[in-house]
């Protein structure tokens, strides 16, 4: 959700900063043209009144028409600028550099034809940064009422374009520096508004996973969602409570139950007695007392397993696989089954001991029962990237598409092997004894015939 978020919250940002910015800019720029146009129309205005005494033709106009000629030149060469006094038929009473004329068309004939009009110029179009452009500004010379002259100013750009960029540059700066601190608020106010989020997902994670007492913290972020934290909390508490309950009163269910089973067994044996020795009633009887008294100790297992919490360890599954491969050796050669141990020398990965020693029993004892004799169940340890995993293959009749999905369901076992003795909670038993540290159990085919058990163990600690 962050990854989803922050950009958002950039972007918005960042459209805002630049909606902001290019009005500026282009009023940055406007305000530096309209500047040089201000200062060049005070200059046309103090040359126009030199030019108005000088329009007729005397020795006094002469002298001063010298003066003017020296002051254009003065003013060219000090700020390269072009300037001069024109008739209205374009005939130069002073003019520096002395090379420069009217141009015929273009802002320069513009400005000359409105000043003939008696209006001074105003508002010449906008020069960017990147044009080469040039600002003209003329101002007629009135005398008597009639515009007898035009002063023009040709003024060059550059300056003007070198301050408005310096000025675009401080501005970029400041909407990058401003983008910066927005990010950085926009990184916190996401990392603040979803950490009841993020613990939210972790306790979900870790009470699907089993880990029943997973909680969060109500103490940080908007006060929404610390609503919601609470209340997931009320909710995960009752669902433990629920799920205490269930296993307390299947715990209870089984140990209660044993009692006045043991007792009925014993009264059984003691008919037995009465009885022809080969009576196939009694047999069948004894038969499934004994399988009661097993689903009850599985019932009874299944409870503590749920209820117990994992003895996580770093530990070397190779030696803890191989000895638990050597106990079931001796019933594997009763059966005429090969049982091997094969791959990685040493691989480590977090579990509980117990736990998972229990569950190899529970997959290597399924295997074995399935496999016929002169077949093969391999034990296969080998260490991943982020997984270190135990393979148990064996050779027997395997399961159908449907039954895979089925299989380590309680109380489950396929219609094919009801023959076979076993509760159906073995392999339920050994998925709640993985769940608890962090490990897995999946089942598959192994081809040609048989079936692929696979134990998955994490390499890092779970939960960090």
């Given at each position: 959700m962050r990854s989803r978020l922050l950009p958002l919250l950039i972007v918005l940002m960042a459209a805002v900063l630049v909606t902001l910015g290019f009005p500026l800019a282009i009023s940055v720029a406007a305000a530096e043209q309209q500047r040089l146009v201000i200062d060049r129309i005070d200059d046309t205005a103090r040359f126009a009144a030199l030019a108005?005494?000088?329009?007729?033709?005397?020795?006094?106009?002469?002298?001063?028409?010298?003066?003017?000629q020296t002051d254009l030149e003065v003013y060219a060469s000090v700020y390269d600028i072009r300037a001069g006094v024109f008739f209205q038929d374009d005939r130069a009473l002073a003019k520096a550099p002395g090379s420069w004329a009217l141009p015929a068309e273009g802002e320069g004939r513009t400005a000359f034809d409105e000043a003939l009009l008696g209006r001074?110029?105003?508002?010449?179009?906008q020069v960017w940064p990147w044009q080469n452009g040039r600002v003209v500004v003329a101002s007629p010379v009135v005398r008597d009422g009639d515009v007898v002259a035009v002063v023009v100013i040709d003024s060059p750009t550059g300056e003007m374009r070198s301050?408005?960029?310096?000025?675009?540059?401080?501005?970029?700066?400041?909407?990058?520096?401003?983008?910066?601190?927005?990010?950085?608020?926009?990184?916190?106010?996401?990392?603040?508004?979803?950490?009841?989020?993020r613990?939210?997902?972790?306790?979900?994670?870790?009470?699907?996973?089993?880990?029943?007492?997973?909680?969060?913290?109500?103490?940080?972020?908007?006060?929404?969602?610390?609503?919601?934290?609470?209340?997931?909390?009320?909710?995960?508490?009752?669902?433990?409570?629920?799920l205490?309950?269930?296993?307390?009163?299947?715990?209870d269910a089984s140990h209660q139950l044993r009692n006045p089973l043991a007792a009925l067994l014993l009264r059984i044996e003691l008919l037995a007695l009465e009885l022809p020795e080969d009576s196939e009633e009694i047999a069948a009887v004894r038969t499934e007392?004994?399988?009661?008294?097993?689903?009850?100790?599985?019932?009874?297992?299944?409870?503590?397993?749920?209820?117990?919490?994992?003895?996580?360890?770093?530990?070397?599954?190779?030696?803890?696989?191989?000895?638990?491969?050597?106990?079931?050796?001796p019933m594997a050669d009763r059966e005429g089954v090969r049982l091997t141990l094969e791959g990685a020398p040493a691989a480590t990965a977090w579990a509980d001991p117990v736990a998972l020693s229990s569950a190899l029993d529970a997959v290597i004892d399924n295997a074995l029962k399935f496999t016929p004799a002169g077949e093969d169940v391999t034990v296969t340890v080998a260490a991943g990237t982020r997984t270190t995993?135990?393979?148990?293959?064996?050779?027997?009749?395997?399961?159908?598409?449907?039954?895979?999905?089925?299989?380590?369901?309680r109380f489950w076992r396929s219609t094919r092997h009801q023959n076979v003795s076993g509760s159906g909670l073995g392999l339920s038993?050994?998925?709640?004894?993985?769940?608890?540290?962090g490990g897995s159990i999946a089942y598959e085919h192994h081809a040609p015939h048989g079936l692929r058990v696979t134990v998955s163990l994490p390499r890092e600690r779970p939960g960090g």
């Open positions: 108005q005494a000088i329009t007729d033709i005397s020795p006094d106009s002469e002298e001063r028409r010298r003066t003017l001074r110029s105003h508002d010449p179009p301050r408005i960029v310096r000025t675009w540059l401080l501005i970029g700066l400041g909407e990058a520096l401003a983008l910066l601190v927005a990010v950085a608020a926009a990184v916190r106010l996401t990392g603040w508004v979803l950490l009841p989020v613990t939210l997902d972790a306790a979900t994670r870790d009470i699907a996973g089993g880990r029943m007492r997973s909680r969060v913290a109500a103490s940080a972020g908007p006060p929404e969602l610390r609503h919601l934290a609470r209340s997931f909390n009320e909710m995960a508490d009752n669902v433990e409570d629920v205490e309950q269930q296993r307390a009163f299947v715990a007392g004994k399988r009661l008294a097993r689903v009850l100790d599985d019932l009874l297992d299944l409870a503590l397993a749920e209820h117990a919490e994992a003895d996580l360890q770093l530990i070397d599954l190779v030696p803890l696989t191989a000895e638990r491969v050597a106990s079931w050796r995993t135990v393979v148990v293959a064996d050779r027997g009749p395997g399961l159908t598409e449907a039954e895979l999905e089925r299989v380590g369901d038993i050994s998925r709640v004894l993985l769940a608890a540290g």
